[in-house]
């Protein structure tokens, strides 16, 4: 079968500049697709090329095996949420859900039934007859959804539809469209710079830094064998420690220093990336710094370690240290022994670090 | 209102501030009888018969309130030679006014809908051509448009007054609603093309209803332009299509004899009601939409 989604080679222009750059993806149907980055890396821009907002510059797109690039937005099969939910404001919450049926002369029954069946599906029947401004912002958000479910596309699209909702409703809503995907199995593209919200949501993430594509995985590769300096640094909370180191391989296994503010250098062994140039970037996640024996990775190595600052977080505890002139934190368990000013034995999961090559970002492992 | 007596100690502070106060209602009260004071006359001299007003005090009230006036020139005032008052002249002014008015609100909203969301190449010196349109004086104008006006074959109608003040408000209007809808969101017109709506469609059904106060803005400042008017009136009619305007001028100014000020008096409140009606009926919306179109530009 065709992908639901076919972007080949795009590029979009405004005058001289750039701001996609060959951008390639594919996904299949049922895929739930994140766009991510921080603002102004074209993300945006490119769920507007998507819903044919936005003219593109070069490239092809298809939607469902049919070549879409010139086509208008009405005619490409598409629904598409926003970030301001752009509710029609002098309309109620019925038509607003109709209007698109409305402009495509669906008959009036087909019109209410529909709207019934989308209204039940979202909680949203007692709104109906209200207007947009009489709203809470959970509401509109609700109705922004149900004008997009109500016309049963091939492809929802979603502009960091969440942004505007406090923290609460956000991990709420979050976790409604996550079933929504679900139950539907429907095809979603959603944009969003909240790294948090594409991990738990998509099948699929495409990490974008100036109208370039960092990396396309799933959210388990992105996490786990970020691409280059740009991906481990964006994705994950805490951030990845990426922290400068002098390596020394044998035909055995490599030795890598990590430089100390007071002592020795910590000296890791590690046995599977053997060939490593002298200087990296070493990559670790907080989680991956442990107490001895407290989480089972596959291939550990202990080091004593000085603690500067202890900061619990109710179900984990963060310690940071100082290692090659960075901050670098580990993940500990709530009850950890750690105290500030004090050394701390910590192990080491060399099974999941990743190395990057310092000029150029790129992972070397 | 800045209070004077705000630095003042405590026990002088009341009295002090309550004189203040008074002093302040006294300038603002004379000020404002300062104002009334032609308005008065106006009527008062409308209501009043010649007789009364050769002997009387021009300021004193009518001893005997009639409407004689008020009748002889809505009806039976002369111009030149003509004497059916200023009654078909006031009807020219209403046939001139009200299409133009609502001609050129409709076209000013179509563009500045498309300035504001239908970006073009070239949108944006458009935009400046028009308000540049807004600055020039009507006398410059006069002679040109008198050529097309010739050439198009409506010269001294009122299809061609129409289109003169059609012509010169879109200037105008486009830059009200202009500045009123690059306030509105583009995702709201997105959100619309994503449903299938078209460029009309958009702005019917979505554009349109949101805009009251700028369309109000816009009528109130194209009816008090055109209703007022007497350059393109007096240059671009002739017997039988000139506005009210122009016939007021030609009652005062061409009765021979007898001054009658009562008549002249009462003919021009007669032209001057349907501005002020305007101002009474829409007038807190206008500035409501004057300043909601401005906050962004």
Known sequence: ?365 | MTDFAIDTPRSQSRTLRIGLRWLLYVILGLFALYYLLPLFVMITTSLKSLEEIRTGDLMALPREVTFDAWRTAWSKACTGIQCNGVKPYFWNSVLIAVPAVLISTLLGAMNGYVVAHWKFKGANIFFALMLFGCFIPFQVVLLPMARVLGFMGIAGTIPGLIFVHVIYGLGFTTLFFRNYYVTIPAELSKAAKVDGAGFFRIFWSIFLPLSLPIIVVSVIWQFTQIWNDFLFGVSFSQSGTQPITVALNNIVNSTTGVKEYNVDMAAAIIAALPTLLVYVVAGKYFIRGLTAGSVKG
């Not at chain 1, 309309?91 to 409305?102: H, P, Q, R, W, Y």
């Open chain 1, 1 to 365: 079968m065709a992908p639901i989604l076919d972007i080949k080679n795009l590029y979009k222009n405004y005058g001289s500049v750039e701001i996609l750059k060959d951008i390639n993806v594919s996904i299949e149907q049922g895929d739930f697709l994140v766009l991510v980055g921080p603002s102004g890396c074209g993300k945006s821009t490119l769920l507007n090329c998507i819903a044919g907002l936005e003219p593109i510059s070069g490239g092809e797109l298809h939607i469902a095996g049919r070549n879409m690039t010139d086509v208008s937005p009405k005619d490409r099969d598409i629904a598409m949420v926003f970030q301001s939910y752009a509710l029609y404001p002098t309309m109620t919450v019925a038509k607003n859900i109709t209007f698109g049926m409305k402009v495509r002369g669906v008959d009036a029954a087909t019109q209410q039934e529909k709207l019934q069946k989308v209204a039940r599906q979202l909680q949203i029947e007692p709104l109906l007859n209200r207007r947009p401004g009489q709203l809470s912002g959970g509401q509109r958000q609700r109705v922004a959804m149900g004008r997009a479910l109500v016309r049963d596309p091939k492809l929802f699209l979603f502009d960091e539809p969440l942004s505007n909702l406090d923290a609460k409703l956000r991990v709420e809503m979050r976790t409604e469209i996550k079933e929504l995907h679900q139950r539907l199995g429907a095809s979603m593209v959603y944009v969003t710079h909240d790294q948090i919200e594409a991990m738990t949501l998509a099948t699929k993430i495409v990490v974008m830094k100036g109208g370039v594509i960092q990396q396309i995985g799933t959210p388990a590769e992105i996490y786990n064998r970020p691409a280059n300096l740009f991906v481990a640094d964006f994705m994950g909370n805490p951030a990845m420690n990426l922290i400068p180191a002098k390596v020394k391989s044998d035909s055995e296994a490599s030795r890598i220093e990590i430089a100390r503010r007071d002592g020795a250098p910590i000296v890791l062994t590690d046995r599977q990336n053997r060939n490593l140039p002298e200087d990296v970037i070493i990559g670790v996640r907080p989680e991956d710094i442990a107490e001895p024996g407290h989480r089972n990775g596959s291939v550990t190595q202990e080091a004593e370690c000085m603690v500067d600052i202890v900061e619990p977080a109710g179900a984990d505890t963060y310690v940071v240290m100082q290692m090659g002139g960075k901050h670098v934190t580990a993940r500990l368990h709530a009850e950890t022994s750690a105290e500030p000013g004090k050394a701390q034995r910590l192990a080491f999961d060399l099974g999941k670090v990743s190395y990057f090559a310092p000029e150029t970002g790129q992972r070397l492992n």
